[in-house]
């Protein structure tokens, strides 16, 4: 198993944004769908954005459409998700994490996935969006 390993959370103001970034180096989007998940307090674990493919095939909850961006930099094999407008509701730990196609359909059929099809995934960043 290859880590994950995310950077880029911090605090930032409501409207504000960031992005995250997480090395996956070993990870193919030919084989594997790589995506994001955030886990708050009190609330459900909720998947952000997920990339099915290297043709960008991806998925978003409407939670988030609109102001999140997935995307991978194939060269510097990295993984980002742009953050904008950020809401003190998106405040949570956010997670970079991968499976492999072979492991969860939903992920082979480009369905959305729910945080029990990750099979792999990073140790987290903190995101805090204050008002």
């Known amino acids: 198993q290859v880590p994950l390993v995310e950077s880029g959370g911090g605090s930032v103001q409501a409207g504000g944004s960031l992005r995250l970034s997480c090395a996956t180096s070993?990870?193919?989007?030919?084989?594997?769908?790589m995506g994001w998940f955030r886990q708050a307090p009190g609330k459900d674990d909720e998947v952000v954005a997920v990339l099915y493919n290297r043709a960008g095939s991806r998925y978003q909850p409407d939670s988030v459409k609109n102001r999140f961006a997935i995307s991978q930099d194939n060269a510097e094999n990295t993984l980002y998700l742009q953050m904008n407008s950020l809401k003190p509701e998106d405040t949570a730990m956010y997670y970079c994490a991968t499976t492999p196609k072979t492991y969860a359909n939903r992920c082979y059929v480009q369905l959305p996935l729910t945080v029990a099809d990750f099979q792999y995934r990073g140790q987290g960043t903190q995101v805090t969006v204050f008002s």
């Open positions: 070993g990870y193919s989007t030919s084989t594997y769908c």
